[in-house]
């Protein structure tokens, strides 16, 4: 017994040298990515903006933070940011369980259409909330009511933009779990409240934190809908950092507000960290086709009405408006005007920003993939407080002022040895910035779901990580990693915040094109605005829809 002790000592302490020297090269090619495209941008924006003569003026920090109006924006963008993540959860998670366990016609279709307004634009968004809730909006015509300029027109929005992110994080890991686990619990004794509460809901706390934070992230970041329906009374960090840059020129209150928003959404990302360790367990999960069932009952198929009408009302309807208002022309005017060219916007034909679209999209989603799934399988590695500091590390291009990052690109990559301003691979650069997030958040509590002692077991039969992550984890993940793939597509097309500094005029893509036409006066332009906007819609709507249909195995997984 002594021999195979001091025989199997030294395997262990092998495996686990090797098993750390494999989290850190993992971590490495995500490090060195957000190292050179996310973190010295953003450094050398602030430094451009509090550095003058080579001497630092942090003074100027406690100058800003003393002014009033500034501190109010700060309010706002907080506690706006708080209840709309509330709201969305309470909206969008009958619609998660719903995905996740009833299985009914049209639920795939139905499944591309949910996520198609996540990836609008917010300035899309924002003026199709405009036309439901303003002046002469559906709700004023209706019954006289108007909720333009009040903060109940940025919630909704917020719901519409958000929805999306909690039924397909959280119902991509509800589908999954064992349902035998609850039923277990209620044949001993338990109602079906109390079976979900202690059995299923602690098995979807990581899946609901990391849903929540993406939404409290993206509200708290947001732009275009605040600055169309919140009209001069209501500003989020975003906003004023905007307009600190581009209308006012004050390029050292932006950086200040920038930094104070990086601190604030890296203060949110250690406590999420921290109180999703805690919870981590190991999940019994199952095939999708395996637990979704049609639904039985008055009360089951009382849910299910009610999740539609809300998708019906909340989702479908501000599509519609924009499908009308693209055909108000005759004889599609609207549309056959994108294919001509225009001089006083871009160089090419607007219709053209579809190929660019596409074209960017695809390359940011393989470059969101790679980096992405590479930093989730570090993750899986528990190592202390320098893979949790990696995790939030992973998160902060959601937290940070887009507007931010977008100029630091051209002030940081216009110079050898990274002089990539006048290159097209610095658009997909941007966009991948915002798709590794939702990989890793998609992935990685599926991933953490495995039964590590499987990967043990493989390990001691002599697999290497690679062959452990290829032959455990992969089966297990390939329909969260077509999940974070149809994510980092959608969210790319969508991209504008970054893309509107760095996309060249003869390269625009959909989200630009959309933003300069609205931009400028005049009926063509409003309507070229919004058959783009459709056409974006239609594109994102069609390649969710091809993701729904793929399979990978005779399970159903995908």
Not at 432 to 451: E, S, Y
Not at 475 to 486: D, E, F, I, K, S
């Amino acid at each position: 017994m002594d021999l195979a002790r001091t025989e199997v000592t030294p395997r262990v302490r092998g495996r686990s040298r090797r098993g750390g020297a494999a989290r850190l090269g993992l971590m490495a090619l995500p490090v060195a990515f957000f190292g050179v495209f996310f973190a010295y941008p953003v450094a050398a924006i602030v430094a451009r903006g509090l550095k003058v003569d080579g001497v630092w003026r942090l003074g100027r920090i406690w100058d800003v933070l003393a002014q009033s109006d500034i501190r109010h924006v700060l309010w706002f963008t907080t506690w706006q940011a708080l209840a709309s993540t509330a709201l969305t959860l309470l909206i969008a998670l009958p619609g998660a369980y719903v995905f996740a366990r009833f299985d009914f016609r049209g639920k795939q279709v139905l499944r591309a259409v949910v996520t198609v307004p996540f990836v609008l634009p917010t300035v899309v968004v924002g003026t199709a909330f405009l036309a439901l809730v303003g002046r002469g909006g559906l709700l004023d015509e209706l019954w006289g009511v108007r909720l333009d300029t009040t903060v109940w027109a940025i919630l909704l929005a917020h719901v519409f933009f958000n929805y999306a992110v909690v039924v397909r994080t959280v119902g991509g890991l509800w589908s999954q779990l064992d349902p035998r686990q609850e039923e277990a619990a209620r044949m001993l004794g338990a109602s079906r409240f109390a079976a979900w509460r202690k059995v299923t809901l602690p098995a979807l706390g990581p899946a609901v934190a990391a849903a929540a934070l993406m939404v409290f992230l993206f509200t708290f970041t947001s732009f275009g809908v605040v600055q169309i329906l919140g009209g001069p009374a209501f500003s989020t960090l975003e906003v004023e950092i905007y307009r600190q840059t581009s209308e006012i020129f004050d390029l050292s209150t932006a950086a200040v507000l920038t930094i104070i928003q990086f601190v604030a959404v890296g203060a949110v990302l250690a406590v999420h960290a921290w109180t999703v360790r805690r919870r981590e367990t190991a999940l019994r999960l199952v095939s999708p086709e395996t637990t979704a069932r049609r639904p039985r009952g008055a009360g089951q198929w009382a849910l299910l009405a009610g999740v539609l009408a809300t998708i019906a009302v909340l989702l479908v309807l501000p599509l519609g408006v924009l499908v009308q208002r693209s055909l108000d022309a005759p004889d599609f005017g609207y549309y056959r005007a994108l294919a001509s060219d225009d001089s006083g916007i871009f160089l090419v034909a607007p219709i053209e920003a579809i190929g660019n679209s596409l074209e960017y999209a695809l390359a940011a989603t393989a470059i969101a993939v790679l980096i992405g799934g590479l930093a989730a399988a570090a993750l899986t590695r528990r190592a202390g407080r320098l893979v949790r500091g990696f995790d939030a590390l992973l998160m902060l291009p959601l937290g940070v002022s887009a507007v931010t990052v977008g100029f630091g690109f051209l002030i940081a990559l216009d110079e050898p040895p990274l002089n990539l301003r006048s290159s097209w691979i610095l658009v997909p650069l941007a966009q991948a910035l915002v798709g590794v997030p939702f990989v890793v958040r998609t992935m990685l509590p599926v991933l953490r779901a495995v039964d590590g002692r499987l990967r043990e077991a493989a390990a001691v039969l002599g697999a290497s990580p690679w062959r452990v992550w290829r032959e455990v984890d992969l089966p297990m993940v390939r329909r969260a990693l077509l999940v974070a793939a149809g994510f980092a597509f959608a969210v790319s097309l969508g991209e504008f915040g970054a893309t509107v500094f760095i996309a060249r005029p003869d390269n625009p893509t959909l989200p630009v094109a959309v933003a300069r036409l609205l931009g400028r006066a005049g009926d063509l332009n409003y309507g070229q605005a919004m058959a783009l906007s459709t056409i974006l819609m239609v594109v994102c709507a069609v390649a969710l829809l091809l993701l729904e249909r793929v399979r990978t195995d005779r399970t159903g997984e995908f």
